[in-house]
């Protein structure tokens, strides 16, 4: 295992994330990049399986020119979404941020924010999507592209993962569609920008209140994310299966038989 050091491992614990640069073989990530390009091509052709154009009302309507761009279950599309998940620098670091041997996959998705007019996303917590027991769920967010604050990158709310869940406030001004925090008491200017170059992968917590800005930069944003989990951890209260869900990346799942009608309640 390749360690993380105490100053990284303190990082995590004060702030509730982590970029890491270079754990993946440059060779996957030109794979990953050139499969990511591919795979929008083909899903621009027909119907795009998810979009955020904006939280307020006005940005919603259809004709909005601002769009977040989405594909989930990368791994059913090409081979490679699946393998930069297996490369032992990864598992290696986040067994240690995670603080377990068994790792489980949650679900993975792709998000394109186009140059110009890719919308910004509220400050939120993963939590609301899908609340587990132990909080064990952390991101695994890996940039194509470099990022920062000027193409739409990421922005989080450092040491927000220790006030635990907050008030889902998206779900009650969307009707339960999506879920964000108060943007009043977490606004994007106050946020602190996540600057990262290709191939940096950010690990942080599901309860970190993170969001991104707008992208009006002639440089569009690509990202691949994995969320998991503890494989001993478990989903509170009913939750949708999703394809892939249960998959274990690194080491086993001893209770599997006994949680499964739990874990994949409909």
Do not use: C
């Not at 609301?128 to 592209?145: I, K, N, W």
């Not at 707008?214 to 440089?219: I, V």
């Amino acid at each position: 295992m390749v360690p993380l050091t105490e100053e990284q491992l303190r990082f995590y614990r004060d702030n509730g994330y982590l970029v890491l640069p270079g754990l993946l073989p440059a060779d996957l990530l030109d794979e990953l990049s050139e499969e990511y390009d591919r795979l929008f091509q083909r899903k621009n052709q027909d119907k795009m399986e998810s979009s955020w154009v904006g939280r307020d009302e006005d940005d919603r309507k259809s004709d909005s020119q601002y769009t977040v761009k989405g594909i989930h279950h990368l791994q059913f599309h090409h081979a490679v979404f699946g393998r930069w998940l297996q490369q032992p620098a990864l598992l290696d670091a986040l067994q240690q941020l995670m603080r377990t041997p068994n790792i489980q996959l949650h679900h993975t998705k792709a998000h394109f924010k186009p140059p110009e007019k890719g919308a910004a996303y509220p400050m939120h917590q993963d939590y609301h999507y899908f609340p587990y027991e132990r909080d064990s769920m952390v991101a695994a967010f890996l940039h194509l592209d470099a990022a920062g604050p000027d193409n739409g990158g990421l922005h989080v709310f450092p040491g927000s993962h220790r006030l635990g869940p907050l008030e889902d406030v998206g779900a009650r001004e969307t009707d339960g569609q999506f879920h964000y925090v108060d943007q009043a008491k977490f606004p994007l200017p106050l946020s602190t920008p996540v600057i990262a170059e290709r191939g940096d992968i950010v690990i942080f917590s599901y309860l970190l209140v993170h969001g991104s800005s707008a992208n009006e930069s002639p440089r569009g944003r690509r990202m691949v994310l994995a969320q998991l989990a503890d494989a001993a951890d478990r989903p509170l209260g009913p939750q949708p299966t999703r394809p892939g869900q249960g998959w274990m990346l690194r080491g086993e799942n001893v209770d599997r038989d006994a949680s499964i009608s739990k874990r994949f309640e409909q």
